[in-house]
């Protein structure tokens, strides 16, 4: 499985933006995909994650109600809107999948594959 995030850039408190992740490989087989992020000196900390077959959907706390994941099945690809930015939101934020793990799942110990990671900033 491989997976490419895109999308970051520099925003403005209260803008909004899109992650996109394109998703190839064996695909029939993940049971989730997710988005993480990492802010700058702190541990990789988990946003929101689908179950790919059920597309059930869960969030953190701290983006629930602003931030959406979704995925396009014809394109392969997996997204993450992310509505009314803080600047606490600034970080590297990575898409990531499993095979195997719960889809639920919200520790990134859990998720064998990754994106490369794309930088989403938010200026006050």
């Known amino acids: 499985v491989q997976l490419q995030a895109s999308g970051g850039g520099l925003v403005q408190t209260g803008d909004s933006l899109r992650l996109s992740c394109a998703v190839s490989?064996?695909?029939?087989?993940?049971?989730?995909v997710g988005w993480f992020r990492r802010a700058p000196g702190k541990d990789r900390e988990f946003v929101a994650v689908?179950?790919?077959?059920?597309?059930?959907?869960y969030y953190s706390d701290s983006v629930k109600g602003r931030f959406t994941i979704s995925r396009d099945d014809a394109k392969n690809m997996v997204y993450l809107q992310m509505n009314s930015l803080k600047p606490e939101d600034t970080a590297v934020y990575y898409c990531?999948?499993?095979?195997?793990?719960?889809?639920?799942?919200?520790?990134?110990?859990?998720?064998?594959?990754w994106g490369q990671g794309t930088q989403v900033t938010v200026s006050s």
């Open positions: 490989g064996r695909t029939v087989s993940l049971s989730t």
């Open positions: 990531a999948a499993d095979l195997a793990a719960y889809w639920r799942s919200t520790d990134p110990s859990r998720y064998n594959y």
């Open positions: 689908m179950s790919w077959r059920w597309r059930n959907t």
